[in-house]
């Protein structure tokens, strides 16, 4: 048999004409990239969702900005501001979240590296004696290499693997922002609770006072014969129970100063680094109508529209483990082996286009597409929940601040009218007119008409607090 010659053209053609059928087929592949039959879902608020939460009855419509950064400081309070940037800070539920979010960027990194080729060296040294053809081979042998692998994401599985990544992780940071919002207003609810306390706790100590000093004068018109014992009893028995009053305030500061210093990431210490002053009225009310559009931007609200997303991505992958799995290989390397026929060394390079698909599981990876897709419908329904417990939150807070608002104006008149009665009972008592227990009386009621206005004032102030942490930041 006579061997046919192929000459060096021929031989170059075939290797072009091979070259071509590569080419072809990668671009084949190419055209189909990111073939993939799933559709992405869009999430969507419940059908029927008002367009506008209006904050006061016939409200006009308004164009109402959310300020998320700095909120606090709509109160003017800088012993606030100190308090809530020493909790964002040192606050332990801030710090790990931080580091879960930290966790995220770390998993979307390592996600994005599927991208890049995966490139390993071998190095192998040897030396053997060994039987051969021509009596025993001794020699010493070698290998050094490197290999390259590379999978083609024409499915867009690993795509869709490094957008759910990065959809989580961006809904992690707005669980983040959603928590400094939260831990912010716990912050300035115990700071205010607190305040509200301490005050109340000298204006009693004001009232005690003003009682002994009654019980004094009563006391002395008892020995008299003036008085009977049943009103010294009575003025005994008031100041009795505004002592217990005392001792369960007392009891009250030291738990919210307990409460404001773990928000602050501490220990209790001996005492909060600032004095009690004046409650100052709170901030208006948002003027007109919230548009929904921006409870749609709250941290938690965006943090579950993020998830669907994230939730879409992976259902996107789960249907593309359908397709065939496609990957080129390539090394490159050199060689040694030493035998009773010589030494055999050069340079080996190899170039591979790999393709695996799995035909059987039993139905496995349709299980696995069923799961993903309920776990999607569930994201959905959360979103939808954040939105309507958005919703309700900034409703309920809204109502809240209006009837706190009432109540503030009816005891701020209660107040001014307890004033002028305690300056006109001390205007008589200069004249000889009333007694200095009736001008006792007038202060005491004077003090809890004080003490009214301030816990009304707390509760305005604390409405303001509500509002902020429902809409997801302070209004402009």
């Given at each position: 048999m006579i061997?046919?010659?192929v000459?060096?053209?021929?031989?170059?053609?075939?290797?072009?004409?091979?070259?071509q059928?590569?080419?072809?087929?990668?671009?084949t592949?190419?055209?189909?990239?990111?073939?993939?039959?799933?559709?992405?879902t869009?999430p969507?608020?419940?059908?029927?969702?008002p367009?506008?939460?209006?904050?006061?009855?016939?409200?006009?419509v308004?164009?109402?900005?959310?300020?998320r950064?700095?909120?606090?400081l709509?109160?003017?309070d800088?012993?606030?501001?100190?308090?809530?940037?020493?909790g964002?800070r040192?606050?332990?539920?801030v710090?790990?979240a931080y580091e879960?979010?930290?966790?995220?960027?770390?998993?979307l990194?390592?996600?994005?590296?599927?991208f890049?080729?995966?490139?390993?060296g071998?190095?192998?040294l040897?030396?053997?004696?060994?039987?051969?053809?021509?009596?025993?081979?001794?020699?010493?042998?070698?290998?050094?290499?490197?290999?390259?692998?590379?999978?083609l994401d024409?499915?867009?599985?690993?795509?869709?693997?490094?957008s759910?990544?990065?959809?989580e992780?961006n809904?992690?940071?707005?669980d983040l922002?959603?928590?400094?919002i939260m831990?912010g207003a716990?912050i300035?609810?115990?700071?205010?609770?607190?305040n509200?306390a301490?005050i109340?706790?000298d204006?009693l100590?004001?009232?005690?006072?003003?009682?002994?000093?009654?019980?004094?004068?009563?006391?002395?018109?008892?020995?008299?014969?003036?008085?009977?014992?049943?009103?010294?009893?009575?003025?005994e028995?008031?100041?009795?129970?505004?002592?217990?009053q005392?001792h369960?305030?007392d009891?009250e500061?030291?738990?919210?100063?307990?409460?404001?210093?773990?928000?602050?990431?501490?220990?209790p210490k001996?005492d909060?680094?600032f004095?009690?002053?004046?409650l100052?009225?709170?901030?208006?009310?948002p003027q007109?109508?919230?548009?929904l559009?921006l409870l749609?931007r709250?941290?938690?609200?965006?943090?579950?529209?993020?998830?669907?997303?994230?939730q879409?991505e992976?259902?996107?992958?789960?249907i593309?483990e359908?397709f065939?799995?496609?990957?080129?290989?390539?090394s490159?390397?050199?060689?040694?082996?030493?035998?009773s026929?010589?030494?055999?060394?050069?340079?080996f390079?190899?170039v591979?286009?790999q393709a695996s698909?799995?035909f059987?599981?039993?139905g496995?990876r349709?299980?696995?597409?069923?799961?993903?897709r309920?776990?999607?419908v569930?994201?959905l329904?959360?979103?939808q929940?954040?939105v309507l417990?958005a919703f309700?939150?900034?409703m309920?807070s809204?109502s809240?601040?209006?009837?706190?608002?009432n109540?503030?104006?009816s005891t701020?008149k209660?107040?001014?009218?307890?004033?002028?009665q305690?300056?006109?009972?001390?205007s008589?008592f200069?004249?000889?007119?009333?007694?200095g227990?009736?001008?006792?009386?007038?202060q005491?009621?004077y003090?809890?008409s004080?003490?009214?206005?301030?816990?009304?004032?707390?509760?305005?102030?604390?409405?303001?607090?509500?509002i902020?942490?429902?809409?997801?930041?302070a209004?402009?």
């Amino acid at each position: 048999m006579i061997d046919k010659v192929v000459s060096p053209r021929q031989l170059a053609m075939t290797r072009l004409r091979g070259a071509q059928r590569l080419l072809f087929s990668i671009t084949t592949l190419l055209l189909f990239y990111g073939c993939n039959p799933h559709t992405m879902t869009e999430p969507r608020p419940l059908v029927g969702a008002p367009e506008y939460i209006s904050t006061e009855k016939g409200a006009p419509v308004h164009h109402i900005s959310i300020k998320r950064d700095g909120w606090w400081l709509i109160f003017d309070d800088p012993v606030l501001h100190k308090l809530i940037a020493m909790g964002l800070r040192q606050n332990l539920d801030v710090k790990d979240a931080y580091e879960r979010l930290r966790f995220q960027y770390s998993i979307l990194k390592e996600q994005r590296a599927r991208f890049f080729p995966i490139i390993t060296g071998d190095y192998s040294l040897s030396r053997s004696r060994r039987p051969g053809f021509f009596g025993k081979d001794l020699g010493t042998d070698y290998r050094y290499g490197a290999t390259l692998n590379y999978e083609l994401d024409v499915w867009k599985k690993i795509a869709s693997g490094v957008s759910a990544s990065s959809f989580e992780a961006n809904a992690t940071e707005e669980d983040l922002h959603a928590l400094q919002i939260m831990i912010g207003a716990e912050i300035a609810t115990t700071y205010f609770t607190l305040n509200e306390a301490l005050i109340r706790r000298d204006l009693l100590a004001a009232k005690r006072r003003a009682l002994k000093e009654k019980l004094d004068m009563v006391r002395s018109r008892y020995r008299k014969g003036t008085v009977d014992s049943d009103i010294l009893y009575r003025v005994e028995g008031e100041l009795t129970g505004l002592e217990a009053q005392i001792h369960a305030l007392d009891g009250e500061i030291a738990r919210e100063k307990d409460a404001l210093w773990v928000l602050l990431g501490e220990y209790p210490k001996e005492d909060l680094p600032f004095v009690a002053v004046d409650l100052k009225r709170p901030p208006s009310l948002p003027q007109g109508s919230i548009p929904l559009s921006l409870l749609l931007r709250r941290p938690d609200v965006r943090a579950a529209a993020l998830r669907v997303r994230a939730q879409d991505e992976r259902v996107a992958a789960a249907i593309s483990e359908w397709f065939p799995a496609l990957g080129v290989n390539l090394s490159y390397g050199k060689s040694r082996n030493a035998s009773s026929f010589g030494i055999i060394s050069g340079i080996f390079w190899s170039v591979a286009f790999q393709a695996s698909a799995t035909f059987f599981e039993g139905g496995a990876r349709q299980a696995r597409i069923e799961g993903e897709r309920s776990r999607l419908v569930s994201s959905l329904i959360q979103y939808q929940r954040a939105v309507l417990n958005a919703f309700k939150e900034t409703m309920t807070s809204a109502s809240r601040a209006r009837q706190a608002d009432n109540r503030l104006n009816s005891t701020e008149k209660g107040l001014y009218c307890s004033e002028r009665q305690y300056q006109l009972a001390r205007s008589r008592f200069r004249q000889g007119i009333e007694s200095g227990t009736e001008v006792l009386d007038s202060q005491a009621a004077y003090i809890e008409s004080k003490v009214q206005y301030n816990q009304a004032l707390l509760d305005a102030i604390l409405t303001r607090v509500d509002i902020v942490r429902a809409i997801g930041g302070a209004w402009k």
